[in-house]
């Protein structure tokens, strides 16, 4: 039997996907190691291209107690490790391996961190439960809603809250941590949809990988700039969000008024939306990427008839105008053309992952994944 080494991660679930991807025996799922703490270090998880986004440290105090997974490597995979696996074991300058009853952790000396570096305690070390909360607060951090406090793991105050429901319109019967996780989904599942953003970063962080995306969004296709909407640098505004989701809405019903896809919420079901897009592109002879590329949103744009496109979109901007001079201020007319007006965009938003967030009272509460 080959000779194997135990190996203790406080990122469990992503420790447990990797032992599940490369094979590897799973000694524990959880199980507590004491005399340690862990930092989340908010560069490190914003960044993406960081291995780890923890800091370990040794304290030697029993009260102190990280919540680990187990991982078993035989000695032969640690001599030729695939990449899945380096990543997790790569020694750096500020890394050091310690031997525990549980197996071999990798410690990080705090001090020869770079000094910008902001590190947060997780409470308890439980870095799985608390990760959702870092997102929220680095969401809220990164869309202006916390002031210049630091990143903490608290609840969002108030102020913040009303600073963030304002600013997107989200409707108040929503829970709010919700909303903020699956606002900054929908805007990457688009992003990946137009192929600006891997799909490995779809997880509702709003990340350095999302946030240039956002900006080769608004380079490619300059959505229609009014006075409050001209981008000096890259961030989740609210009309290029607007932007952005509409666009994709607009995408989607061209594509099945040409009867290339049934798909009511791309949003939802996005693999099969990309599979109707290939089907699209081949019947147009394009290279099927099966993606929203810039040739293949040209193309859909391209009217059929000028003359009918021109008196259906003069028609549609009629009906939007007296939707929304309706004395409740709410209609159940879809969005049928692009706007970069988060209001025209949220009394329009009515398939299921958008009422989730804009218009809850029509269904009930819907979750993306």
Not at 168 to 178: G, S
Request: charged letters at 25%; proline letters at 5%.
């Amino acid at each position: 039997m080959a000779e194997k080494k135990k190996f203790v991660f406080a990122e469990r679930k992503k420790a447990l996907q990797m032992a599940a991807t490369c094979g590897l025996s799973v000694i524990e799922e959880k199980v507590e190691l004491r005399g340690y703490q862990i930092y989340v270090v908010e560069q490190w998880v914003c960044d993406r291209k960081v291995p780890s986004n923890v800091v370990n440290v040794f304290t030697g105090d029993e009260s102190h107690v990280i919540q680990v997974a187990v991982i078993a490597i035989s000695t032969a995979e640690l001599q030729h490790s695939r990449p899945q696996i380096q990543t997790f074991l790569q020694l750096g300058a500020h890394l050091k391996s310690k031997p525990t009853p549980l197996g071999e952790i990798l410690l990080t000396n705090p001090g020869e961190l770079p000094y910008d570096m902001d590190m947060i305690l997780v409470p308890n070390g439980d870095y799985d439960r608390w990760i959702k909360q870092a997102y929220v607060n680095i969401n809220l951090r990164r869309t202006n809603c916390t002031g210049r406090s630091s990143l903490n793991l608290q609840p969002p105050n108030p102020a913040s809250e009303e600073k963030f429901r304002s600013l997107y319109k989200i409707a108040d019967t929503v829970h709010f941590q919700d909303a903020v996780i699956n606002l900054v989904s929908l805007v990457q599942i688009a992003l990946y949809l137009f192929k600006l953003l891997d799909k490995d970063y779809v997880d509702g962080l709003l990340c350095d990988e999302t946030t240039h995306a956002l900006w080769a969004f608004y380079a490619s296709y300059i959505p229609a700039k009014t006075a409050d909407f001209h981008l000096k640098e890259p961030w989740m505004e609210p009309h290029l969000v607007a932007a952005i989701i509409s666009k994709l809405i607009v995408c989607r019903n061209k594509l099945q008024d040409a009867g290339f896809t049934t798909v009511k919420d791309p949003f939802l079901d996005h693999d099969t939306f990309r599979f109707d897009i290939g089907d699209y592109q081949k019947y147009k002879n394009m290279r099927i990427t099966r993606f929203l590329d810039k040739d293949t949103v040209v193309r859909l744009n391209e009217p059929t008839n000028p003359i009918h496109s021109l008196v259906g979109q003069m028609k549609v901007k009629r009906v939007i105008k007296s939707k929304l001079d309706d004395i409740s201020g709410v209609t159940n007319s879809p969005l049928s053309i692009e706007t970069s007006d988060p209001e025209v965009f949220r009394h329009h938003a009515t398939i299921e992952s958008l009422r989730a967030i804009w218009r809850p009272k029509l269904k009930g509460d819907c979750t993306l994944h």
